[in-house]
């Protein structure tokens, strides 16, 4: 298991064939044209695998399109460059009951339209994704009733549960705000082709498949950003989005794997940038059914899975070890609880203890993309002598039976990640820890508990002690293996000076362009 | 579907038989397309739901209930068929379910870079395949045909996308002469038409270069070169006309492998076509979207060949007096 090696061998021989190749190749053809278009200035390009599905950011919930919609929009509260939840549109923001949540507005804010940015636009912005009319996939607000204008600067969500983590999920687009004069002229097919925010960019064009174009808001309230033009391309492709990178056609390269972004290195003026991330990786044991029903053995897979060999074989590195499921970055992170020692001899003991002296076969689901984690890990497990079968599925059945009402529809173990963009555990959790949640295959009382004190008490201190005895519980019962928490990784040419957030969002408001 | 039907019909006069042809021609389309729009409307529905994909993993069961609801997919299947079927003859495709935008319109403005650059590809393939395959036929047996049938077989047999990879790394990424992907100018367009242009090379040559050695060997030729005519005189003349009926119609199926390689040739170079849109599509369940892709293709089929059925008429006097 050396992907560096064979990387490298790979490349240097399409390198050699490429250099057999000109002899094929149309001269007369070349000679009609000019060189690659390498225009620069203040200019910023990046490519990421697709294009945002819609410019409306209430009907998108996936990262490609929110990684665009950040730079035209704003949200209410913000993730500050220490991951801290910081003021957004919202200046402040106050609980003065358990149902309701109270944001006061940041005064003079516009829209690119010149629209004024106030409580009635926010409510409307609120209100709009909770009516079943826009079809928004955004799922954050799920206990939020209503929003209600207080006074021109103020608003409030009111809530039918306590939901402490309000603030944090209008961080994300849950919080972003539209503007409703706008909508109300153009309509919502209108707005979607030429969409208006209050954010550090405005939007130009956009060429579904070729490129989305935006440029610098002068008027922006937090500052105009310090290039003129941000572009987005969208390319499917990794090896061919680097070689756009390496030809000097883009700036970054975003969301790579581990293992494209080791095509690149050794080539001079790119480099690979990697950056602490919090999408979380675990393979979901169902508890209810099986050898896995003992916790022996579900330790003893804990201890099987050498998880930092696997991050340096198989990730080349760019990833984290975590304790339980719960990402460092995350509210609730306990780094006094600390992961399983990895241990094979201990993990034969407790397979003999729990009456499985010669292992036992099971089978390891995962999606295709992840093929390379699963074999690798079912090959970690086989030497505890646990035989796992490895069945890989797409995209598209993996989530269809991951959220189907049979919880056993993955098979006993199922390798899954999950991105808590709130940065507060709770997103890593609920819907599969507490014993009714739709994608639990565990029953813990215990648990039941600890989930309901984090998830309705408003007060962090509270929320903190139940978070740290459901991680020590995690550890101990073992429903679930506990990976790692992957790394950001880009690749860049010389030009930009940009740092992301371990939420991964390609916001450029702050990011600089060498000329 | 392809060549032999024409000679079915017995047409009474050329004029009239042209007609007759092209009538029964459309008509045989709109069955043909009937029932590829029946198929793709229930096939797609047997690929899962939709509604999973687009929301996150952790939406309940109730937001995903209500989410199936505003799209109109919790009616029932006859229903949404009825309904499918009626807005075909408007060419009303619906609502993507991922853009939230009209079929029709997503679909229409990915239609012009596909047919760029099928149309370049093809282009490139004749330019390349026509003199290689004249040339092997003329040199049959010698170094000259070995020669080209060999890089001939190379083209055939190496996958699109490794040509691709292969054809950025050398002209993007070492001699910085053309863009790695992309769309826009001319630039933009050789080495993704180039790319796809590769098999259809191969197969056009080589089916040329065959159907050029019969001819040669005919009786009309020999007469020609008896009267003697010069090599190149009678391969003009009489060679190309007669070795084009067999290759006319493998060029339009070419057409079709065209657009359907355009789908692997598009995600490499990043070419904003009907092919990677289609993909996506599949990927996201956009049931509407997926519906009308798949019309599309199979109207372009149905149409290429109906124009291969006619250009024999006009190729070949025998087809129109045939039977």
């Known amino acids: 298991m050396a992907p560096p090696r064979s990387r490298l061998t790979r490349r240097d021989a399409l390198r050699l064939g490429g250099l057999a190749l000109p002899a094929l190749a149309l001269p007369g053809l070349l000679a009609g044209c000019g060189s690659a278009d390498g225009s620069v200035g203040s200019v910023l390009r990046v490519a990421q695998t697709s294009d945002p599905k819609t410019l409306d950011p209430q009907k998108q919930g996936d990262l490609t399109s929110m990684n665009v919609l950040i730079n035209l929009f704003d949200t209410l509260t913000t993730r500050g460059p220490d991951n801290q939840l910081a003021p957004g549109l919202a200046l402040s923001w106050t609980s003065p009951d358990p149902l309701t949540w109270r944001f006061e507005l940041r005064p003079g804010v516009r829209f690119h339209n010149g629209e004024p940015c106030d409580a009635k636009a926010v409510a409307f912005s609120v209100n709009r994704l909770l009516d079943p009319a826009t079809k928004s996939p955004i799922v954050e607000l799920r206990y939020v009733k209503q929003a209600v204008v207080v006074d021109e600067l103020t608003v409030e969500l009111r809530c039918s549960q306590p939901d402490p983590i309000i603030p944090a999920k209008v961080s994300l687009f849950g919080g972003v705000v539209v503007p409703p004069g706008y909508l109300k002229q153009v309509g919502s097919a209108g707005f979607a082709k030429h969409p208006i925010g209050t954010g550090p960019f405005t939007f130009v064009e956009f060429q579904r498949d070729h490129q989305l174009r935006m440029r610098a808001n002068p008027g922006y309230w937090g500052g105009r950003p310090s290039f003129d033009e941000l572009v987005f391309l969208p390319m499917p492709d990794p090896s061919s989005a680097l070689a756009s990178l390496q030809s000097n056609e883009v700036d970054i390269v975003a969301s790579l794997t581990p293992d494209a972004a080791l095509q690149i290195q050794g080539y001079t003026g790119v480099e690979i940038r990697n950056y602490p991330g919090i999408r979380t990786s675990y393979l979901s044991l169902d508890t209810t059914a099986g050898p896995l029903r003992d916790v022996r053995v579900r330790q003893a897979l804990n201890h099987a899975v050498d998880v930092p060999l696997l991050i340096k074989a198989v990730l080349d590195g760019k990833a984290r070890e975590v304790p339980t499921m719960f990402p460092r970055e995350a509210f609730g992170f306990d780094p006094s609880i600390t992961p399983y020692s990895r241990d094979v001899g201990l993990a034969k003991r407790l397979l003999a203890d729990a009456g499985f002296p010669n292992g036992f076969d099971t089978s390891i689901t995962a999606q295709t993309g992840d093929s390379n984690i699963a074999e690798a890990i079912s090959g970690l497990l086989a030497k505890a002598g646990v035989r796992a079968r490895v069945d890989l599925v797409d995209t598209g059945t993996y989530t269809s039976r991951l959220t189907s009402d049979n919880r056993g529809a993955l098979g006993p173990i199922y390798l899954a990640a999950s991105t808590g963009w709130t940065l507060d555990a709770e997103s890593l959790v609920q819907s599969n820890v507490r014993h009714d949640r739709r994608q639990s295959r565990w029953s813990s009382p215990g648990a039941d508990r600890l989930i309901d004190a984090e998830e309705l008490t408003v007060e962090p201190a509270g929320r903190q002690r139940a978070f740290t005895a459901l991680q020590s519980l995690l550890k101990q019962e073992a429903p679930f293996v506990f990976l790692y928490q992957i790394d950001n990784i880009y690749a860049v040419n010389t030009r930009p000076r940009w740092q992301p957030g371990v939420v991964g969002v390609l916001g450029m408001a702050k990011a600089q362009v060498a000329s | ?323």
Do not use: C
């Open chain 2, 1 to 323: 579907m392809t060549a032999p039907t024409v000679s079915v019909a017995k047409p009474p006069a050329a004029g009239a038989g042209v007609l007759r042809v092209i009538v029964t021609k459309v008509l045989t389309a709109i069955v043909v397309l009937f029932f590829v729009a029946t198929a793709a409307f229930f096939l797609v529905r047997l690929s899962g739901d939709p509604v999973k994909l687009i929301l996150p993993p952790d939406a309940s069961a109730a937001q995903e209930a209500t989410l199936r609801a505003s799209l109109g997919l919790d009616r029932p299947l006859f229903t949404q068929y009825l309904d499918y079927l009626g807005g075909l003859p408007r060419l009303h495709f619906g609502n993507s379910l991922v853009y939230d935008q009209p079929v029709s319109e997503v679909l229409l403005a990915r239609v012009p870079a596909t047919l760029e650059l099928a149309a370049a590809a093809l282009v490139v393939a004749l330019v390349l395949a026509i003199p290689a395959g004249t040339f092997a036929a003329l040199r049959r047996g010698r170094a000259g045909d070995s020669g080209v049938m060999a890089g001939v077989l190379v083209g055939q047999s190496t996958p699109p996308f490794w040509v691709g990879i292969v054809l950025i790394l050398v002209f993007a990424v070492q001699l910085q002469v053309l863009p790695a992907s992309g769309y826009g100018g001319f630039t933009h367009l050789i080495l993704p038409a180039v790319t796809l242009a590769v098999y259809s090379v191969a197969v056009i040559a080589r089916l040329l270069r065959s159907s050029m050695i019969d001819v040669l060997g005919s009786d009309y030729i020999r007469t020609a070169r008896a009267k003697g005519l010069s090599t190149g005189g009678i391969v003009v003349s009489h060679g190309m006309r007669n070795a084009a009926l067999p290759v006319v119609t493998v060029i339009g199926l070419e057409v079709g492998t065209l657009l359907g390689g355009a789908i692997l040739t598009e995600q490499v170079f990043s070419w904003p076509g009907i092919g990677r849109l289609t993909v996506e599509a599949i990927q996201n369940r956009d049931f509407p979207l997926v519906q009308a892709s798949v019309l599309f293709f199979a109207a372009t089929f149905v149409v290429v060949n109906l124009l291969v059925d006619l250009s024999y008429t006009v190729l070949d006097p025998r087809v129109r007096v045939n039977s």
